[in-house]
């Protein structure tokens, strides 16, 4: 195998953005495997795939791209890292603690390509899972110490739901942070702050980033 | 037409027909409020066919709008197939977990409308319904699209998978829930229905590419809606509907339901007066609007349809339920102020 020089992060996630829009599994990985190869994978998370997918989450904001194409790409970024990841040399990013969860219905594409965005940037997750009432929600964001919650809703009765669990987290101490998103949000963008959330994003990939704003690392 | 009164059903076939109507025909689905001002819970009056007529008819006298509906809520349509619904209090009801997996596909069988009690009641319904407006007033149905099904049958991830990587179990779906889709949307027109709303979200833009919506949804709709017996209008639930105008064109579509985030100037001009638009207030930031608001918004919509050619609506087939009354009565009495003064 000939060895080249990975090249600049910037073309390296216009290539792989290309690769992720023709749905190129093997390409995709082909440039994995040469860039975090040679600058290791954390900065193939931070300076290529992450930019990449924070592409995708324009192009989906301008209707660039539909919902489909965006969980394929995180999906193939996920399958990326999982597998940059998997020998164990280098461990998952543990801080700060997070969890998912899509509050009240059973609609889980916006929380399946939430993670998908998240787990791709190299953190681990907690999948709370779908259909949660909201209440339970709060309470085991609490048990378990999670740091950052994230909270999916599709039904505009459902992401009204949230604010029981805002509620309940400031009355815990306030040490959880509250991201939201889904079509409610999108289609009423001061419905977040009225139900309580720390911050909502329009993209999945926004996700990544307001992780770190609400714990003021930004 | 001076001192003729006109029909709800005359002015939306003027505003569909692109010419100018009398006023602007609208439709607000608010049967959640409907129920609240019947002193009714959701799950009550959504289940009694005659409870679902007095909704409908309360709306037609508190706000005055052109079409009583006895569209179901999509979790309805799961249940022949094996799914839940599951009732709040506070909005529709919805759908439980989704009840198939892939691999149950190349078994599948489309289910019998008479296993499904609440699809029963709804062409109870609508038979009901017919009968007390007769041909005055359009008699809406609705069906969820056999390509947009599989999002509460499987969950949207697994039907990505099953479309993009299993296309045998793909073809077999679509093949099961067309047989169904047409049995269903049959049996409302033979019930009374006088027009269908194809619910189809999947194959808006906002969901999959425009290509891969003509590759497979929209030939799956031209399979279907030409043996309906009735108008249609496709709808895609808040999805962006534009960039498919054309499409829904050729489909045989009357007209189109478009999203709140679309421009609905720039979609009549791309629509060139061959397909009607329906749309496109926001439901939910209604939640927050002050009466000043809905005027505002209702007076946009008043002027642009003017001409014909527009149904006002919102853009998602249902009022969310903490949309106040107030705000109702006054998008209703906006609209119902008349054809619009020039510069209005």
Redesign the interface.
Known sequence: MTTTDAGSPAPAAASLVDCLLR?DRVAARALAERWAGQRGPFPFIDDVIVPALDEFGRRWET?G?????V??AGRICELIVDELLSGGAVARRQVPRIAIAAV??????GK?VVSLAVRAAGFELVDYG??VPADTLARRASADSIEVLLVSAL????A?EIETISRHLARSGGATKLIVGG??F???P??WR?VGADAWGPSASDAVHLIADVRGES | MIGVAVSSAERLDTALSFRPPDRVPFFLPAHLQAARRLGLGVRECLETPEHVVAAQLLLRDWLGHDVVSAAVPAAFELEPWGGSVEFVDNGPPVAGPPPMEPDDIPTLEPPSLSDSPRLLGALRAIEMLRARVGDAVPVMGSIVSPFSLPLIQLGFERYLEVLVERPAEFQRLMEVNAAFCLEWATAQVNAGATMIAYYDPMSSPTCVPVDTARELGLPIARRLLPFIGAPFAVHFASGHSIPLLDDLVALGATAVGIGAQEDVAVALERSRRRIGIVGNLNGVAMCGWSPADARAAAAHLRAAGAGGGLIVADCHGEIPYPVQDDILSTIAETIRQGAPEAGD
């Open positions: 749905n209707g791209v539909a919902l489909a194409q969980y394929m009240s219905d059973q609609h889980t594409m399946r779908a259909g039904m505009l009765s459902s009204l079509a409610p999108r289609l009423d001061t419905l009225r």
